[in-house]
């Protein structure tokens, strides 16, 4: 089995995808939150805001990082 190397260039095209991916679902789940404060289940509500963030964190970072490549 051949294995990358892990000191090879980076795929700059796919990091920007999945940054774009990531950031995506940040904002579905910031979006859809709503519905869990609506249903008096702010706890779930308040879990689904703070994945998003981090989220939408990780997805900035990746495609940010793929901007400078």
Avoid: T
């Avoid at 051949?2 to 910031?30: I, K, T």
């Avoid at 979006?31 to 805001?49: N, P």
């Amino acid at each position: 089995m051949s294995d990358p190397a892990p000191s090879g260039p980076r795929d700059l095209r796919r990091e920007r995808l999945v940054g774009l991916l990531v950031l995506g679902v940040a904002v579905v789940l910031l979006v859809s939150s709503v519905s869990w404060f609506a249903s008096d289940r702010a706890v779930v509500g308040i879990g689904q805001l703070v994945l998003a963030v981090v989220l939408a964190g990780v997805g900035g970072f990746l495609y940010r990082r793929s901007q400078r490549g």
